[in-house]
Nanobody
Framework: QVQLVESGGGLVQAGGSLRLSCAAS????????MGWFRQTPGKEREFVAA????????QYADSVKGRFTIFRDNAKNTVYLQMNSLKPEDTAVYYC??????????????WGQGTQVTVSS
């Protein structure tokens, strides 16, 4: 059974930083595109960032470019999201996901349970 387990969420003041981690029990982790999405109550889940499996290319939502960095450690089956200069509008539940085909859409095969990030003003 595939599991994605996020950690690192919490409460931070605006302008602060957090690093989210996602450990995946995927035997071929290096062959998956790994993404981060976020969701707030009453809104659809939205793409945040992804790191592509084959060329380690990254992609970001416009709202987080220059502030967030996604990177992966294939030896540890882990993907990270470094979040700097956090804003109150970044408050959401953040989800890690794995896909063999998708990048920015929500059509990922596997999802974590989510971790809450709250940014106070």
């Amino acid at each position: 059974q595939v599991q994605l387990v996020e950690s690192g969420g919490g409460l931070v003041q605006a302008g602060g930083s957090l690093r989210l981690s996602c450990a995946a029990s995927l035997r071929t982790f290096s062959r998956y595109t790994m993404g981060w999405f976020r969701q707030t109550p009453g809104k659809e889940r939205e793409f945040v960032a992804a790191v592509i499996w084959n060329v380690a290319r990254t992609q970001y939502a416009d709202s987080v470019k220059g502030r967030f960095t996604i990177f992966r450690d294939n030896a540890k089956n882990t993907v990270y999201l470094q979040m700097n200069s956090l804003k109150p509008e970044d408050t959401a539940v953040y989800y890690c996901a794995a896909s063999r085909t998708s990048v920015t859409t929500v059509d990922y095969e596997y999802w974590g349970q989510g971790t809450q990030v709250t940014v106070s003003s």
